[in-house]
């Protein structure tokens, strides 16, 4: 079988297919592309025939798009604005700089690197979009080549193609109401659930996760009652006095608040906890993951890490 038999459409396909959803008649659409009508009629009948489905409803007026016509336009669109790129990218290699870098952060990761993040890769390409926000979002994203790096927890460790940079490992910790005795063992969590809830991360979450599947290991069967999908969100609750909470020294940094409205403690029982990679697909953008990778340790070595060591002495080398 053939390249060409693998794919039932080129570029120029989708081109006038997108000119006549546009359009909405193939008259329209040829006038807009310089072609005759049967041109347009012929290229639209060749690719339904390749795909097997059938992409406009021709009994009704403009041409309307049958289902799959519709996924074709969103997919067409997409496939088209990315080829126009391609000459424009080519040419900025030329000087040395990328055309575009995305980048998804994990939201923890937010007070602490976008700024400095977002300077680093403006130093190397024309535009940058960063974007932060859950990291199962973002490893979708950069397997579907949506995103070009990902800062966060690796939720891709079986995943070939990908090369990885370790930035920092955190130890789960709790957050308490100020004021709040610390418990000191697990027996103790559940009395404390008692009393206050637990303030949960999103199940969504990487953190989430983590956190629910430790509570089983621990045999502690904690009811939900207030789940958020931010540091912040968990943290602010903590503070009003509204529960305590499972979180690591990050999320706290990520949330902000003054220290005289809660309390922080090592967790009872065994320790864990989480680990946070940069991720980039395998030889597409040379030294670059590397060194973001680098730069990134480095600001969290200068500027954060005593920040949390002064705040929570107790980490000792669990964080870093």
């Not at 060409?4 to 997108?18: M, N, S």
């Not at 939900?224 to 305590?244: C, I, K, N, Q, Y």
């Not at 499972?246 to 999320?251: A, E, G, H, Q, R």
């Amino acid at each position: 079988m053939t390249v060409r038999e693998l794919l039932p459409f080129d570029l120029k396909a989708l081109e006038i297919f997108l000119a006549v959803c546009e359009a909405g008649a193939m008259a329209g659409a040829a006038r807009r592309l310089g072609l005759t009508q049967p041109a347009v009629s012929q290229a639209v009948a060749e690719l339904e025939t390749r795909m097997g489905v059938a992409l406009f409803d021709r009994s009704v007026r403009p041409l309307g798009l049958t289902a799959a016509g519709g996924v074709l336009r969103q997919k067409a669109s997409a496939l088209l604005s990315e080829a126009r790129q391609i000459v424009p990218a080519l040419k900025e290699t030329e000087h040395g700089r990328l055309p575009l870098i995305r980048a998804g952060l994990v939201d923890s990761l937010s007070r602490a690197l976008s700024a400095p993040l977002a300077g680093r890769l403006c130093a190397v390409a024309e535009e940058v979009s960063l974007l932060a926000g859950l990291t199962a979002a973002h490893a979708s994203a950069l397997l579907s080549r949506q995103l070009d790096l990902l800062v966060g927890v690796d939720e891709l460790a079986d995943i070939e193609g990908l090369e990885r940079f370790p930035l920092l490992t955190e130890p789960y910790v709790l957050l308490l109401p100020a004021g709040e005795t610390a418990p000191e063992r697990v027996e103790e969590v559940a009395r404390l659930a008692q009393r206050l809830p637990l303030v949960r991360f999103s199940a969504r979450s990487r953190t989430g996760i983590e956190v629910d599947r430790h509570l089983r290991r621990l045999k502690l069967d904690l009811p939900r009652r207030l789940e958020f999908d931010t540091p912040f969100g968990v943290s602010a609750m903590v503070a009003a006095g509204e529960g305590f909470a499972v979180t690591t020294p990050l999320c706290i940094f990520e949330a902000g608040l003054d220290r005289d409205r809660v309390r922080y403690a090592p967790l009872p029982g065994p320790a864990f906890s989480r680990s946070l990679t940069l991720i980039g697909r395998r030889q597409e953008l040379g030294r670059l993951p590397r060194e973001v990778a680098g730069f990134c340790r480095q600001t969290l070595d200068e500027a954060v890490l005593p920040v949390l060591r002064a705040t929570l002495p107790w980490v000792g080398d669990t964080l870093g």
